[in-house]
C-alpha cells in the first residue's frame, strides 16, 4: 500500500455540510419571515430554495464520491508510492488557487489526476472544447448534453504545477480519471494520452512507472508537499 499520511479530510464533505448549514441559517429564517409579512410568496419561493440547496449538495456529493472511489483504487499501489490529496498551487498571474485532486508520486513520475464523475457515453477528443455525452434512463430514454473538456483544465494544471515546483515536465504526467464506472468513454484511438478508467487506473500509473527512470529531482518535491 502507498503512504497515505498525506491525505487530508476531503474538502467537498465539508461543503456539502456548509451548504445544510446555511440552508438552517438562510433558508428557515427566510421562510419563517415570508410567513409573517408576504404569505403567499413563502409557498413559492421555499420550495425554490430547497431545491437550490439540493442541487449545490448533490453537485458536491458526486464529486466526493467520485474522489473516494478513486481514492480506494489508488490504495491497491505497492509502497513506493506516495499519495497527496486536495493539494493548492497559487496562480502567479491570478490571485486565485488551482486545486489538484490527487498527486501520486514515485521516485520516477509525478502523477497529477484529476477526477471526473460523469456516467454515460462520452466522446473522448483532446482538440475539442466541449464533449459530447449521452446517458440513458432506466426506462431507456437518451439524454444529450455537452461537458468541458476536462484535458484543458488538466494541461493547465500541469503547467502550473511544473512552473511552481521548478521541475521539467518530462516527470510529470496527466490522467483524467472518470471515476464512474457506468461512464463509457468513446475514443478515436484504443488509449488516449490524459484520459483513463477506474478500472484501469492502476495499471496506467504503474505501467508508465515502470518505462521511466529514477528522478533526484523528486525527492524533493516529497519533502515540499510534505511540508
Known amino acids: 500500500m502507498p503512504s497515505l499520511e498525506n491525505i487530508k479530510k476531503n474538502k467537498l464533505k465539508s461543503d456539502i455540510d456548509k451548504a445544510r448549514l446555511l440552508f438552517i441559517l438562510i433558508a428557515l429564517p427566510l421562510f419563517l419571515l415570508l410567513g409573517y409579512f408576504l404569505p403567499q410568496l413563502r409557498i413559492a419561493i421555499f420550495p425554490a430554495l430547497i431545491v437550490f440547496t439540493l442541487m449545490i449538495g448533490r453537485i458536491k456529493k458526486s464529486g466526493l464520491d467520485g474522489e473516494i472511489r478513486v481514492l480506494s483504487e489508488l490504495k491497491k499501489l505497492s509502497d513506493d508510492y506516495v499519495v497527496y490529496n486536495q493539494v493548492y498551487i497559487q496562480d502567479r498571474f491570478k490571485k486565485n488557487m488551482i486545486e489538484i485532486d490527487y498527486v501520486v508520486l514515485s521516485k520516477k513520475l509525478v502523477f497529477l489526476i484529476e477526477v471526473k464523475n460523469y456516467s454515460g457515453k462520452i ?19 437518451k439524454y444529450k448534453s455537452k461537458i468541458k473538456n ?4 488538466l494541461s493547465n494544471q500541469i503547467d502550473k504545477f511544473c ?6 515536465r518530462k516527470f510529470v504526467r496527466g490522467l483524467v480519471c472518470f471515476s464512474n464506472k457506468k461512464a463509457v468513454l468513446l475514443r478515436k484511438e484504443k488509449k488516449s494520452e490524459f484520459t483513463v478508467e ?9 505501467g508508465e512507472n515502470a518505462k521511466a527512470i529514477d528522478s533526484p529531482s523528486l525527492l524533493n518535491l516529497q519533502k515540499i508537499l510534505k511540508g
Open 198 to 206: 477506474i478500472a484501469s487506473l492502476i495499471n496506467r500509473i504503474e
Open 150 to 153: 476536462p484535458v484543458f483544465q
Open 123 to 141: 466522446e473522448v477528443d483532446p482538440l475539442k472544447k466541449t464533449w459530447n455525452r449521452v446517458k440513458t434512463s432506466k426506462k431507456n430514454n
Open 163 to 168: 512552473k511552481f515546483y521548478n521541475l521539467d
